[in-house]
């Protein structure tokens, strides 16, 4: 398993490099959902090469679900996901604080602060073992979250960095300090994240080290992979997968090669997120929508679905009637799965 752990991603360009081509946009969600040149990757780049301020480009910025699809099609190599998360934070600092201000946004400043010169703790787990960093929808699932232990084999790691991940989501200043005790408290470590986003950023703060996706691990271990069948429909976590695309893209193929299932790609072999959401539904602000699992779901008649995040699940289990199992419940009574193989398979 702990050969697909990812090594430190090579240096990327920012905006002034975009010369216009229009691939991002073609992988785009908030394209899709918008049909206007302004809400993609190369409208903010081009936008940006002009002069203009976050404050101008606050539609789109809060508009990007930050899944990463845009990063791997750049052929300029042009950190397009860290160039939206810089922008997001910069219009968090230059508008007026909201009046009230959002419920996440309080909780999140208030967590962040209270984390902040408090030493992160390991636990038993040694300087060198792996951990697991699982989030806070994992932990809330404590039968699934048990799963997922019983099945990767690593120590819950009492300080996940579920604020941080938040932060970077939300355009949130991180204290310097809560985020140096974090990484100080990582250093050694081997690590599998839940969090895609967390995952991509650990590449960057802690070059050298070893990081895998949660969905990469559980998809290695032959009690999860021996239950996956050609009509499953495999939802790649798109945030992990896309901030290590080269290797990752690799390593699926053949687990779809293998199990015989389908996977949740395009004809450009870049993920398709199903539970994308603009800022303003993850403050709360605005009801979520599902049209992007709907739209995997055209054109495809699978028998299960089969997740690695739990957003996910939920996302499919409202716009269809299939059986939604998250990646670690495929370990679980081999009755049931040998049943469903016989049926389906």
């Not at 230059?94 to 419920?103: D, F, N, V, W, Y």
């Not at 996956?228 to 699926?252: K, N, Q, T, W």
């Not at 929508?289 to 028998?303: I, T």
Request: hydrophobic fraction near 45%; charge should be neutral; proline fraction near 6%.
């Amino acid at each position: 398993m702990f050969g697909l752990f990812a090594k430190a991603p090579a240096v990327a360009r920012d905006y002034a490099a975009c010369s216009g081509c229009n691939l991002c946009l073609l992988v785009c969600p908030m394209w899709r959902t918008h049909r206007d040149p302004r809400f993609s990757p190369e409208g903010l780049a081009k936008a940006l090469q002009c002069s203009a301020t976050a404050a101008e480009l606050a539609a789109p910025i809060e508009a990007c679900s930050l899944c990463g699809a845009c990063d791997p099609v750049c052929p300029e190599r042009i950190d397009l996901s860290g160039m939206i998360m810089d922008l997001r934070l910069r219009l968090t600092n230059s508008l007026p604080p909201r009046t009230p201000q959002p419920a996440v946004l309080a909780d999140l400043s208030a967590r962040l602060q209270q984390a902040t010169g408090v030493a992160a703790a390991a636990g038993v787990v040694s300087r060198s073992a792996p951990v697991l960093l699982p989030g806070p929808d994992l932990r809330a699932d404590a039968a699934l979250l048990a799963r997922v232990q019983a099945l990767v084999g690593l120590a819950l790691f009492d300080d996940d960095g579920a604020d941080i991940a938040l932060a970077l989501e939300l355009g949130v200043e991180i204290p310097q300090q809560r985020l140096h005790t974090f990484l100080d408290s990582l250093r050694g470590h081997s690590i599998v994240a839940s969090d895609g986003l967390l995952l991509r950023q650990l590449r960057r703060w802690l070059p050298g080290s070893q990081r895998m996706s949660l969905g990469a691990a559980l998809s290695t271990r032959a009690a999860v992979r021996s239950n996956l069948v050609p009509s499953d429909l495999y939802v790649i976590e798109p945030r992990a997968f896309h901030g290590d695309y080269e290797r990752m893209v690799g390593y699926y193929d053949r687990l779809q090669r293998e199990t015989g299932c389908s996977l949740s790609l395009d004809l450009q072999r870049i993920a398709i997120p199903a539970a994308s959401s603009e800022l303003a539904q993850k403050l709360g602000l605005a009801a979520g929508d599902d049209v992007q699992a709907r739209w995997m779901l055209q054109g495809r008649k699978p028998a299960r679905i089969v997740v690695e995040n739990l957003a996910d699940r939920a996302a499919f289990e409202r716009v269809c009637d299939l059986p939604v199992v998250h990646l670690a419940e495929l370990g679980e009574d081999p009755q049931m799965m040998k049943k469903f193989r016989h049926a389906f398979g």
